[in-house]
C-alpha cells in the first residue's frame, strides 16, 4: 500500500490517490473467501465446501472485491495520510475508484479535510483586566443561613389557628355534584400554605381553621385543567385539619456550627467559608481574564475553518450533553419531547458555543506552534497519574486507553494559555470596566472618480 499522489483541491480539501498492489489485494481476497465461504453456495459442493478458484470460475472473482477492499482500506488510508504528512481532521471522506482487478490491485482516491491554515495578529503583549476578588460579610451570612435552613426542624404549633406559611395535615375528599371523583382524596396530606400546590383557591381557605375543624372548601377548577370532566367545574373540598407545623430554625451559634462543621465555634465556620468563597472568586476571576486574552487573539484569527470542525464539536457536545441526562436517569429523546424540541433545533443551540470552542482551541494550538511549547516528561506523568486517580484505573490502563501525545498536546495548549498572560498587561480592578458601544461612523462621503490607470502609476 502507498500514496500515489497528494494534492490541495481547494481550502483545507485534499485528495489523496492511493494504491495497493495486486499481490497484498490477492491476500485480501483469499481473506475474505474464508470469512463468506460458509455462506456460498455452488452447484456439485456441499454449502460452505467449495475451493475458491470453484468459487471463482462460477461467481467470478470480483464477488470478494469490495469485502476484500474492506479489509484492506482503513490501514491504507491511514498510512497515505501519515506518508502525506497531512493533519487530517475526523471527517467523512469521499471515496471514488480508479480501478480495481485481483491482478493489478487497487487505485482509488479520497478526499479528506484538513486542518485550517490560520494567521493570529497580536498575541503578546495583550491588555486585560483583573477583577480582585472580595468576599462580603453579607455573602457569609447568607450561606450560614442556607446552612441553617437545611437544619430547620419542623415543631407542632397547638396554640393558634394555620396561617400561611405554615405546613398543615389534613384530610380530605373533593366531590363535584355531590359525588366523589378520582384523584380527589387523601389522609394525613402534608401541605405547606402559600406554596401553590393546590389549585387556586385551596390553600387560603384553610387559613384561621384550628387543629380538629372539620369545614368544606369551594373551589373551581382551571379552565385548563389536565381532567377534562374537572375542568372549569366547581367542586366542594371536605376537609378535615389534625397538625399545624412551623418549620424552626436552629440558633446560629457555635453549638450550631459544631452540628453542622468540623469547627468548634461560629467564627471559625464562617472565616473557613469566606475563604473558600474568596478561592472560588479568584478562580473565576482569573478564569475570565485568560478568557478575555484568548477571545482577543480568537477575534484576530485569519483563515477559513471547516465545517466539519464546527460539526464534530457540536456532536461532541450533544454526546456529552446526553451523557449527563443519563446520569440523572433520562434520556436524550425524552428530553427533545419535554422540552418540544427537534434534534436540529437542540444541535443547533449548541452552535455558538461551538464555533467559540474550536477557534479557542485553534487559537492556543497556533500559538504552540509559534513558540513552540511542549510538555515535558514529567508533566506527561504527572497527568497520566492524576487521570488513574480521577477515575480510579491503574496507571497502565489509563496509559493504554490514552496516547501520550494527546495528553502532551493538551498540556502544552495549557501551557500556551499560561504564556499568553506571562506575556500580557494585566490590570487589577475593583471593577469590570464596562466596553462601550461603538461610536456611529458618520455618513460615507461620495467617492472621487477612480482614477486612470496611467495616474495611480505616477503616484
Do not use: C, W
Not at 64 to 70: K, T, V
Not at 362 to 373: R, S
Amino acid at each position: 500500500m502507498s500514496l500515489k499522489e497528494a494534492k490541495k483541491i481547494e481550502t483545507n480539501k485534499h485528495q489523496l490517490e492511493i494504491v495497493i498492489s495486486g499481490e497484498k489485494f490477492r491476500e485480501a481476497i483469499k481473506e475474505a473467501y474464508k470469512k463468506n465461504i460458509k455462506k456460498i453456495n455452488v452447484p456439485g459442493f456441499r454449502k460452505g465446501k467449495a475451493p475458491y478458484h470453484i468459487v471463482k470460475t462460477y461467481y467470478g472473482s470480483e464477488v470478494f472485491f469490495e469485502d476484500a477492499l474492506n479489509l484492506l482500506y482503513g490501514d491504507a488510508v491511514e498510512e497515505a495520510i501519515s506518508e502525506s504528512g497531512l493533519n487530517v481532521i475526523n471527517d467523512k471522506m469521499d471515496f471514488d475508484m480508479v480501478s480495481i482487478s485481483e491482478e493489478d490491485g487497487v487505485d482509488f482516491k479520497v478526499t479528506v479535510t484538513t486542518y485550517p491554515e490560520i494567521e493570529l495578529g497580536k498575541y503578546k503583549g495583550l491588555k486585560a483586566e483583573k477583577v480582585i476578588a472580595k468576599v462580603e460579610d453579607s455573602e457569609v451570612d447568607a450561606q450560614i443561613s442556607a446552612m441553617a435552613e437545611r437544619n430547620a426542624r419542623m415543631i407542632s404549633v397547638e396554640d393558634r389557628a394555620a396561617k400561611m406559611g405554615d405546613t398543615v395535615v389534613i384530610d380530605f375528599e373533593g366531590l363535584k355534584d355531590g359525588v366523589a371523583f378520582e384523584g380527589g382524596k387523601a389522609e394525613g396530606h402534608n401541605l405547606e400554605l402559600g406554596s401553590g400546590q393546590f389549585i387556586p383557591g385551596f390553600e387560603e381557605q384553610l387559613v384561621d381553621h384550628n387543629i380538629g375543624d372539620e369545614f368544606d372548601i369551594n373551589v373551581t377548577f382551571p379552565e385548563e385543567y389536565g381532567a377534562e370532566e374537572l375542568a372549569g367545574k366547581p367542586v366542594v373540598f371536605k376537609i378535615k385539619l389534625h397538625e399545624i407545623k412551623v418549620r424552626e430554625l436552629p440558633e446560629i451559634d457555635d453549638e450550631f456550627a459544631k452540628d453542622v462543621s468540623e469547627f468548634d465555634t461560629l467564627a471559625d465556620l464562617k472565616a473557613d467559608l469566606k475563604a473558600k468563597a474568596l478561592d472560588r472568586k479568584t478562580k473565576a476571576n482569573e478564569e475570565q481574564t485568560e478568557n478575555d486574552l484568548v477571545q482577543q487573539i480568537v477575534d484576530s484569527i485569519k483563515g477559513e475553518i471547516p465545517e466539519a470542525m464546527y460539526e464534530n464539536q457540536l456532536n461532541q457536545s450533544v454526546e456529552e450533553f446526553a451523557y449527563r441526562l443519563q446520569s440523572q436517569g433520562l434520556d436524550l429523546q425524552t428530553y427533545l419531547k419535554y422540552t418540544n424540541s427537534s434534534i436540529e433545533d437542540f444541535k443547533a443551540s449548541f452552535r455558538p458555543q461551538a464555533e467559540a470552542q474550536v477557534k479557542f482551541r485553534l487559537a492556543l494550538e497556533k500559538i504552540v506552534e509559534l513558540e513552540n511549547i511542549k510538555a515535558d516528561e514529567k508533566d506527561i506523568e504527572e497527568q497520566f497519574e492524576k487521570m488513574a486517580k480521577d477515575y480510579n484505573m491503574e496507571i497502565e490502563q489509563v496509559k493504554a486507553a490514552v496516547p501520550a501525545d494527546a495528553i502532551a498536546k493538551d498540556l502544552a495548549v495549557g501551557k500556551a494559555i499560561d504564556f499568553i498572560k506571562e506575556n500580557a498587561v494585566i490590570t487589577e480592578v475593583e471593577t469590570k470596566t464596562e466596553k462601550k458601544a461603538p461610536a456611529k461612523k458618520a455618513p460615507a462621503k461620495k467617492k472621487a472618480p477612480a482614477k486612470k490607470a496611467e495616474e495611480k502609476d505616477a503616484e
